[in-house]
């Protein structure tokens, strides 16, 4: 199958993961895929966007940013419609993004189904955490291509319910999670003998992760075992967190590795004895559990509907009540005092991986025969005009 998978993504981050792996996996599985995207991408550094789009977001108001982001649809139409007439793909694949609307234009124009993959309500979230400013414009565009894709597939059920009440048909939905790639996870280091089990956390540090609670939380610890705190990844929380672990008296029990590649994320998950999912928004399908399921490692996350579509309670993993304070550390003290507990856990999780076929490999199957049978409604003359 010939496949054009269309993105706007401008930075190297989950996103990016997302996207490689995918392609990945379809081009592994025999697939042709050709990727139309920003430039910038190909040339940003892990965890980091283009110089320019960094400058425009400090010297414009965030209108006219969104106001750049609009005009930037138009050569992006232009550019995914030539692309597509010059590799005539079978089906368009998109993920989904504010103001994006050249897989939309160009199935409509050119009779190509168009699969779009969706992360996250972009309109709310960028209105809650972004500071949006042309908020009813944004989900009026994101509700429009949500309604124009021939399938469409969030991360959740739970957002799977929020773009069926945007007016999307339910047959037309479908769920596809995130996945992982258990070959990265197929030969780990044993976890070496120490007297500090390692609570661990994979990610982007945001504020909204819930890190200052785990290290206040690590600080006023009384159990027999000694914990320590490893958090892979970097981003714009974590000088506060160095700050309050400093405050606290924690800091040499708290490591931050940065930025780790791709490829070393396996053996640095291998590391901890308790994996740490402290918050998720409502509709997000967290890659980190899945890396922490491959890695199997026994999982500590709230317990929130989109969670429990992946983990489920006391069997891969333990799930606390988010709304209850301390909830998350009854949870580290009942995995801190119970080496089988965690073992059990870290075992079906990473079975519950190979059971359900939660894997890259697997949702590019998926995809594929979505596009085929998407191919197949086609009516001839669109067919035959694309």
């Avoid at 969030?154 to 799977?160: D, E, R, S, Y």
């Avoid at 047959?171 to 120490?194: S, Y």
């Avoid at 989109?306 to 550390?329: H, K, M, Q, S, Y």
Wanted: glycine fraction near 10%; charged fraction near 25%; charge should be positive.
């Amino acid at each position: 199958m010939r496949i054009l998978y269309s993105h706007r993504i401008q930075s190297r981050d989950g996103q990016g993961v997302h996207l490689d792996a995918l392609v990945a996996a379809l081009r592994e599985a025999g697939h042709e895929v050709r990727v139309v995207g920003p430039a910038a991408y190909d040339r940003a550094a892990l965890g980091g966007e283009s110089r320019l789009l960094a400058r425009l977001r400090r010297w414009l108001p965030a209108w006219a940013g969104e106001v750049a982001e609009i005009a930037y649809a138009l050569p992006a139409c232009l550019r995914l419609r030539r692309a597509a007439r010059e590799f005539a793909p079978d089906v368009i694949y998109e993920r989904a993004n504010l103001f994006h609307f050249a897989g939309a234009c160009t199935g409509r124009r050119l009779g190509i189904p168009l699969i779009l993959e969706v992360n996250s309500p972009l309109a709310e979230e960028r209105g809650r955490f972004g500071g949006l400013r042309l908020r009813r414009l944004a989900a009026a565009a994101e509700t429009h291509v949500w309604r124009s894709a021939d399938v469409v597939l969030p991360v959740t059920a739970v957002l799977a319910g929020r773009i069926a009440a945007a007016g999307v048909p339910a047959e037309r939905i479908v769920v596809i999670p995130n996945g992982i790639d258990l070959a990265d996870f197929a030969a780990l280091p044993a976890r070496g003998e120490d007297d500090t089990l390692v609570l661990g956390f994979v990610g982007f540090v945001r504020a909204w992760h819930g890190l200052d609670g785990v290290l206040r939380g690590l600080a006023a610890w009384q159990g027999s075992q000694r914990l320590s705190l490893l958090v892979v990844g970097d981003g714009p929380a974590r000088p506060d967190l160095e700050r309050l672990a400093a405050e606290l008296g924690i800091a040499d029990r708290v490591s931050f590795t940065g930025l780790a590649a791709r490829e070393e994320v396996p053996a640095l998950v291998a590391r901890f004895d308790i994996a740490l999912q402290p918050a998720s928004v409502p509709y997000a399908s967290p890659l980190k559990v899945f890396e922490y399921m491959a890695a199997g490692r026994p999982i500590l996350a709230p317990d929130q509907p989109n969670i429990r579509e992946v983990l489920e309670d006391g069997r891969t993993a333990l799930l606390f009540d988010p709304g209850r304070e301390g909830a998350l550390w009854e949870g580290v003290q009942r995995l801190a005092a119970d080496a089988g507990l965690r073992a059990r856990l870290g075992e079906a999780a990473r079975q519950e991986v190979l059971r359900r076929d939660l894997t890259w490999a697997g949702n590019a199957r998926r995809v594929v025969a979505l596009a085929e049978a998407a191919r197949a409604r086609l009516p001839a003359t669109a067919e035959q005009t694309a």
